[in-house]
Nanobody, 114 residues
Framework: VQLQASGGGLVQTGGSLRLSCTAS????????MGWYRQVPGEQRELVAG???????NYADSVQGRFTISRDNTKKTAYLQMNSLKPEDSGVYYC?????????WGKGTLVTVSS
């Protein structure tokens, strides 16, 4: 199973980006999907997660601005990021949990300029 994340880039404060993460290989529905952010010198932190049943959870810092969703037929998770702030900058990684195993994408860089 391989995960390919895309959609990162440079955006101004207040702008929007949509990240995508698609799984390839022999994979059935992922139990959980999540997006994490990492900045230099800090640990990777959970930004948003979504269960197989569609239940979502968000970091307090992004609540109301970010929306995670999934399309099981496409084996894809999305992260819609609105009203972006400079502190949202970082490398965003997706993670799928499949049969109890964590699979990580390589990350996509998001830079929000002030």
């Amino acid at each position: 199973v391989q995960l390919q994340a895309s959609g990162g880039g440079l955006v101004q404060t207040g702008g929007s980006l949509r990240l995508s993460c698609t799984a390839s290989g022999s994979v059935f529905n992922a139990n959980g999907m999540g997006w994490y952010r990492q900045v230099p010198g800090e640990q990777r932190e959970l930004v948003a997660g979504i269960s197989i049943g569609g239940r979502t959870n968000y970091a307090d810092s992004v609540q109301g601005r970010f929306t995670i969703s999934r399309d099981n037929t496409k084996k894809t998770a999305y992260l819609q990021m609105n009203s972006l702030k400079p502190e949202d900058s970082g490398v965003y990684y997706c993670k799928f949990v499949i049969y109890g195993t964590d699979y990580w994408g390589k990350g996509t860089l998001v830079t929000v300029s002030s």
